[in-house]
């Protein structure tokens, strides 16, 4: 049996609207903006601006960013938190480590850095280790990234319908270490730049199946956003090249 296409699994996904969502996909039409606040600016995606202000954040609190590379989310959390708290920007690798570290020193005024901590361990196993110590976590999770792949010849020729498979595994596995170092009644924004339901609303329902009682939904508002069964995501040829972003919010009871 042929290996299933790209193509092939995302028109099993979106149908006819693929060609078009393909096509805003590979073009150059973006929209991106520096958050207001920073010492110098800083431009990503406003779809990503907004997703990361979704997190609820009360000065004082302790935040978790656990894939926080390249650190644009980390930078909206930290003038969220205007000083106070304590944030945990987390990254398995060196490298996007020291270019958050840059970006943070660099785009922040300096009596907003104080609540800043950069580590880089395992998000798959975190919860094993803190237990119920976040008021707010955001897991922006490795994703599929197909905009990233669509645009780059040697990505696409390497993906296999096997990829967005190991990511799910991965993602699920970051997403109930969330759970387990959150404090009850503290909220988890669970985010993804990619347009596979998989990796989006189907991880929100499969942690809904398994934990009955464990958290709960709620309901988030995205400019430009379209809402799937759980959370939002703003897609680039319905969005003036916004995203792809998915959100969800959900609060530990």
Known sequence: MAKQTFDEFYISQYGERWESLRAAMLSDEDDKISPEGLSSPYYMDRASIETASLLPVNEGDTLLDMCAA??????VLLLKL?????????????????????????????????????????????????KEVYDGILLDAPCSSERHVLQSPEHLKEWSPSRPKRLQALQYSMFTSAMLALRHGGYLLYSTCSINHGEDDEI??????????????????????????????????????????????????
């Open 82 to 130: 205007n000083g106070t708290g304590k944030l945990v920007s987390n990254d398995r690798s060196q490298d996007r480590r020291e270019r958050m570290r840059r970006a943070i020193y660099t785009s922040l005024p300096e009596p907003l850095q104080a609540p800043s901590v950069i580590t880089g361990h395992d998000a798959s196993k975190w919860g094993l280790y803190e």
């Open 70 to 75: 390249p650190g644009g989310k980390s930078l």
């Open 204 to 253: 929100i329902s499969r942690f809904m199946k398994k934990h009955p009682g464990e958290a709960e939904e709620i309901e988030i508002e995205l400019d430009c956003g379209e809402r799937l069964e759980h959370g939002m995501i703003v897609l680039p040829d319905k969005s003036g090249g916004r995203g792809p972003m998915f959100a969800s919010l959900m609060r530990k009871l």
